[in-house]
């Protein structure tokens, strides 16, 4: 059975930090491309960052770059996904994709709520 579980999730104050983690089972884990991806309430998901199969390549969306940091351990099946300097505009709730795309294969996490505030 193919799991994704994001855990990490929190209220925390502008300027602070939080750091996502995603388990995953029931897959060739290393095989895929990991990303995160975030939807605030009323927008659209949008990726956040991603990291290749092979972990060497990585990108990150303008609005996060400096402040989050992406890895991941295909020994421990785990994502993750660092976030500082943390701004009321990261309010969202946060998914975990594993996706390869020459298999067709594309999962996700059930995400968990980051709210950044005051």
């Known amino acids: 059975q193919v799991q994704l579980v994001e855990s990490g999730g929190g209220l925390v104050q502008p300027g602070g930090s939080l750091r996502l983690s995603c388990a995953a089972s029931?897959?060739?884990?290393?095989?895929?491309?990991l990303n995160w991806y975030r939807q605030a309430p009323g927008r659209e998901r949008e990726l956040v960052a991603g990291?290749?199969?092979?972990?060497?390549?990585?990108n990150y969306a303008d609005s996060v770059k400096g402040r989050f940091t992406i890895s991941r351990s295909d020994a421990s099946r785990m994502a993750y996904l660092q976030m500082n300097s943390l701004k009321p505009e990261d309010t969202a709730v946060y998914y975990c994709?594993?996706?390869?795309?020459?298999?067709?294969?594309?999962?996700w996490g059930q995400g968990t709520q980051v709210t950044v505030s005051s």
């Open positions: 029931g897959f060739t884990f290393s095989r895929f491309r």
């Open positions: 990291v290749d199969s092979a972990g060497g390549s990585v």
């Open positions: 994709n594993a996706v390869w795309r020459l298999a067709g294969l594309d999962y």
